[in-house]
């Protein structure tokens, strides 16, 4: 099994920044990939951000980009979303992702939150106006 803890949420004022951490422990080798998700009140769980844990392309929510950044620390375990510029419509609880899955094909299913098997706690993101 693996373990996800999120850290780095809190309440920020618009065009303000905040790094979300998220520590992995377990059977972390087994990882094919780690994402972020994040969901709004009344709203499905969107995609955010992905990396694969070995390395390799990141991918990002079109909403995202330019402003948010994945990035991981293999040596800590820990995956971070560093989050630029943003606005009240980033306010969402945001969650860690992890894929141990072995018929995750990363370029297919990085953004499907169904093909991620362990998930954190979430961390409440509010971006006041």
């Known amino acids: 099994q693996v373990q996800l803890v999120e850290s780095g949420g809190g309440l920020v004022q618009a065009g303000g920044s905040l790094r979300l951490s998220c520590a992995a422990s377990?059977?972390?080798?087994?990882?094919?990939?780690m994402g972020w998700f994040r969901q709004a009140p009344g709203k499905d769980r969107e995609f955010v951000a992905a990396?694969?844990?070995?390395?390799?392309?990141?991918k990002h929510a079109d909403s995202v980009k330019g402003r948010f950044t994945i990035s991981r620390d293999i040596a800590k375990n820990t995956v971070y979303l560093q989050m630029n510029s943003l606005n009240t419509e980033d306010t969402a609880v945001y969650y860690c992702?992890?894929?141990?899955?072995?018929?995750?094909?990363?370029?297919?299913?990085?953004?499907?939150?169904?093909?991620?098997?362990?998930w954190g706690q979430g961390t409440q993101v509010t971006v006041s106006s």
């Open positions: 377990g059977r972390t080798f087994s990882t094919a990939a």
């Open positions: 992702a992890a894929s141990t899955r072995s018929d995750f094909s990363y370029y297919i299913y990085y953004n499907v939150p169904m093909r991620y098997d362990y």
């Open positions: 990396i694969p844990w070995s390395g390799g392309a990141t």
